[in-house]
């Protein structure tokens, strides 16, 4: 029996020993780490107290200890997350310092248009961002770069005037604008056939939302639709009061009536709540910036042209289309938007072309003529004939095409060229050529944008 007491005091002693060493050691911590002074518990204290109320106290020590810790690292995570903001702020500061620029007219602050671009980072987005930053303007560009590309417009990135936000039309938008370019939508076949809903809801929702903001801050806005909205026309050239041939339920339907949807909000705007809307049908339109696997006419038969593989025609090619440079189509876009007119609009080049002939001379551009021009079955709602009447931009906009649609092909022929030369030519849009859709690059020539 007195052995076993004595061993059981040994073992009290040895806890007792193990509490105060651990409260000991968890002072010297505390002490060394946060400089602040701590008496510790001296050997009568311990005595006095309860080992499992000291091993508790110890505990509860070290878990305040550690979320000090914790506390005092995310303070420094802060600081430094702080410290690099303001080192990119300062290295922008003197990179703008240096930058150079297209060349801008300079305007006041009452001359100087405040003007939203949705779609800016686009083909044809991007090159109206180029004409109204050159013209003096303060611009936004708006884009969720599902087809837009920041290269497009990124030697405008830092310029005082120039803004650039990844956002998509579909969420609402608010910002302080004097003009709104309506012109977010996919528009070429593998881009708006690769997700019709969303192409549906861009054309609706998107267009829903540009008119509110449009109605809240009494801005103009103009809408970028389509020649499409004549579908399989029996009319011919088109003017714009015919009202079209269009398949509802057709491959190409979600882009058709998205767009003729969209005109008929616009004009519910204006005649409920006063919106000033303006609205261009636009036709085939070609030139830089277009991608690699746009889809279209022009870039298939310029990249087949120039990898010396078969042009690809659908059917028997005596379809027609019309084709304008791009740089046309932006003087008219910016034309009507600056009109008194509120009317549709249609803006192309009313030169036409059958699809064989267009081939030709594209592959007489390129400069090989040993490469072959092959056929494959038409395709299901294929316009077969398609040119603008473009009266109307005449008389009210004083605007026509200026630049010959073969001047237009050299310029973009030597486009693609430096373009295929590229590393990355085979991820154009960093996902492939064509994106997600790049299978699907040789669709027919069915849209007209």
């Known amino acids: 029996m007195g052995v076993t007491l004595r061993a059981m005091g040994a073992d009290t002693a040895s806890k007792k020993f193990a509490v105060f060493f651990a409260v000991s050691a968890l002072v010297l911590l505390v002490v060394l780490t946060r400089g602040v002074p701590i008496e510790p518990m001296n050997s009568q204290q311990l005595k006095e107290d309860d080992t499992e109320d000291a091993i508790r106290r110890s505990e509860s020590a070290l878990e305040d200890h550690v979320r000090n810790l914790e506390k005092t690292q995310r303070e420094m995570d802060k600081a430094k997350r702080e410290l690099s903001r303001l080192k990119q702020q300062l290295l922008d500061l003197r990179n703008a310092s240096t930058n150079t620029f297209p060349s801008v007219v300079p305007r006041n602050e009452f001359d100087r248009k405040r003007i939203l671009i949705t779609g800016g980072a686009g083909f044809v987005g991007s090159h109206l961002t180029d004409a109204l930053m050159k013209q003096g303007h303060e611009v936004t560009v708006m884009d969720n770069f599902f087809t837009g590309r920041k290269k497009n417009v990124e030697h405008w990135i830092r310029h005082p005037n120039f803004e650039l936000i990844n956002h998509d039309v579909v969420e609402p938008f608010m910002i302080e604008v004097d003009e709104i370019y309506h012109l977010a939508s996919p528009a070429s076949p593998p881009h708006y056939m690769y997700n019709p809903i969303k192409t549906?809801?861009?054309?609706?929702?998107?267009?829903?939302?540009?008119?509110?903001?449009?109605?809240?801050?009494?801005?103009?806005?103009?809408?970028?639709?389509?020649?499409?909205?004549?579908?399989?026309?029996?009319?011919?050239?088109?003017?714009?009061?015919?009202?079209?041939?269009?398949?509802?339920?057709?491959?190409?339907?979600?882009?058709?009536?998205?767009?003729?949807?969209?005109?008929t909000m616009c004009y519910a705007y204006q005649k409920q709540s006063g919106v000033?809307?303006?609205?261009?049908?636009?036709?085939?339109?070609?030139?830089?910036?277009?991608?690699?696997?746009?889809?279209?006419?022009?870039?298939?038969?310029?990249?087949?042209?120039?990898?010396?593989?078969?042009?690809?025609?659908?059917?028997?090619?005596?379809?027609?289309?019309?084709?304008?440079?791009?740089?046309?189509?932006?003087?008219?876009?910016?034309?009507?938007?600056?009109?008194?007119?509120?009317?549709?609009?249609?803006?192309?080049?009313?030169?036409?072309?059958?699809?064989?002939?267009?081939?030709?001379?594209?592959?007489?551009?390129?400069?090989?003529?040993?490469?072959?021009?092959?056929?494959?079955?038409?395709?299901?709602?294929?316009?077969?004939?398609?040119?603008?009447?473009?009266?109307?931009a005449k008389q009210h906009l004083g605007w026509e095409p200026k630049v010959k649609v073969v001047d237009g092909l050299k310029k973009t022929i030597e486009y693609f060229r430096r373009e295929l030369e590229q590393p990355s030519a085979r991820a154009a849009d960093g996902r492939g050529v064509g994106g997600p859709y790049g299978h699907q690059i040789h669709l027919p020539y069915v849209n007209e944008e």
């Open 276 to 392: 000033e809307v303006r609205v261009a049908r636009i036709f085939n339109t070609f030139g830089p910036r277009m991608h690699i696997g746009d889809g279209r006419v022009v870039s298939n038969f310029i990249i087949q042209a120039l990898q010396g593989q078969p042009m690809t025609v659908y059917g028997e090619g005596k379809q027609t289309r019309s084709f304008q440079y791009v740089s046309d189509l932006v003087d008219g876009l910016m034309a009507l938007m600056n009109s008194d007119f509120s009317d549709p609009v249609n803006i192309g080049n009313p030169e036409e072309y059958t699809m064989v002939d267009f081939a030709k001379s594209i592959r007489e551009l390129v400069g090989d003529p040993k490469v072959e021009i092959t056929h494959k079955p038409a395709t299901q709602d294929d316009p077969q004939r398609r040119r603008p009447d473009i009266t109307r």
């Open 200 to 263: 549906i809801k861009t054309n609706t929702l998107g267009t829903i939302n540009m008119l509110g903001l449009a109605k809240r801050v009494g801005a103009r806005l103009l809408l970028a639709s389509t020649s499409e909205v004549y579908g399989n026309p029996t009319v011919h050239p088109q003017p714009e009061t015919y009202f079209g041939n269009v398949n509802p339920d057709g491959p190409r339907a979600c882009y058709d009536e998205g767009k003729r949807i969209a005109e």
